[in-house]
């Protein structure tokens, strides 16, 4: 009996449990000793050219000016300049994710519209921000449309309000005045008796089987709750109008030429990559989900919104993660035209210090960390929208 077991058993090399085992352990060798070799050469660099490899240089005096971005000095350290960098990327890539979802959403859909003017709009802009380099159209943005707006003293202006010339774009925005600390707790009520209102008309909506507009009837209570904040605690805000200077503007808010440039850059070009996305994604929602909501007499706008919408997101959210990290890591093409961003920055840093393999490591965890961040957000969304679906 035993020699009839041991003839059953196969060899090693034709087990397949043991060869995975090896090949992992192989695989993992092969790490070792390429992190192995790594590190010696670096450490035979550094002993050859006599080099520090400690961050302490970031505490010294950085010495060079940051036109935009959260406060600074010249005086201050490289380490606050390296800050400054990282808040301009993040500036830009929050307000770039949001805008390039926007624009994906609303090219995504209107490829798929019946109209035929719409759809070929749709698919001629696809076609060409998607086989175009985002460099070649972020340089494009910033030479042939920014810089050639009019100088400022004779830019466009509209209603005195926002100002557009080739030294930026300066808009009207609020100041706050004495009396915001209150009001924003008028604020926090208005939101939560607009959650109510909400909650209130699902129920309504469930019970009677009629669609009423949930989002007008919360927005309305919000805004008589804030109404009424404003009143008592005494004009909390005031307007902050820019005004025209020789050399730039002042006051209201302001964006310069290379921000914006990057910007409307990575937003089409992203945007072109969110619209096939979200097309693929309603294209992949089984097409009895919409007869069955045309059987229930929801308009098409209804059919897109309560059915086709919340299912395809479930599917485009993992391919929409990659896209939010591609615009993210495209970001550092600002080096090109000048924007402060982390690459920028960290060059000047390298110029300066001659710290270049620190700044390198620096960057690369920096944007490491930022990624997992997106990630880590975008993995959770997926799981509550996971949840809620098979829920």
Known sequence: MAAAANRARPPLWRNVRFLRILGQAIFVLLLVIVAREAVLN???GVERQNLDLSFDFLRQRAGFAIKEGIAYSPNESFFRAFLVGVANTIRVALVGIALATVLGLVMGVARLSTNWLVRRIGQVYVEIVR???????????????????????????????????????AVAWFRLEEGAGAWSLFLLAGAAVGALVVRRRTKINERTGRLTPRVAW??????????????????????DVPEVGRFGYTGGVQVSPEYTALLLGLVIYTGAFIAEIVRGSIQAVPR??????????????????????????????????SQY????????????????????????IINQAARATQMLLLVMATYLLMSLTISAVMNALNRAVTRRGQA
């Open 288 to 321: 009895g989900q919409k007869e069955a909501a045309e059987a229930l007499g929801l308009t098409a706008r209804q059919q897109l919104r309560l059915v086709v919408l919340p299912q395809a997101l479930r599917i485009a959210i993992p391919p929409l993660n």
């Open 325 to 348: 990290l591609n615009l993210t890591k495209n970001s550092s093409l600002a080096l090109a035209i000048g924007y402060p961003e982390i690459v920028s920055v960290s060059n000047t």
């Open 131 to 169: 086989n175009t380099p985002v460099l070649v159209q972020i340089i494009f943005w910033y030479v042939a449309v920014i810089l050639a707006l009019p100088v400022i003293e004779g830019g466009l202006s509209l209603w005195d309000l926002a100002f557009v010339s080739n030294r930026g774009t």
């Open 218 to 239: 919360a927005a309305g209570a919000f805004l008589v709750v804030a109404g009424v904040g404003f009143l008592l605690t005494g004009t909390p805000v005031a307007g």
């Open 42 to 44: 670096l450490g035979f």
